[in-house]
């Protein structure tokens, strides 16, 4: 699709008609993922920072 029959309406509902939408238990199981591994990176950073907190009061740093 050439650029000019891209940026009329045709061209857009045309790419539009193209694109997979997801479904709703996609969409659901694709959230779920987002959020599990959002909280697991929270998890890991926040156990990371009072491993070394502990570390560095240990060696007698601030």
Do not use: P
Request: proline fraction near 0%.
């Amino acid at each position: 699709m050439k650029i000019k029959e891209w940026c009329n309406l045709k061209g857009i509902r045309a790419e539009i008609q193209n694109v997979h939408w997801l479904t709703k238990k996609e969409l659901i199981k694709n959230s779920a993922i987002v959020l599990v591994f959002c909280f697991m990176f929270g998890v890991y950073f926040y156990l990371s920072d009072i491993i070394i907190a502990f570390i560095l009061k240990t060696l007698g740093m601030k």
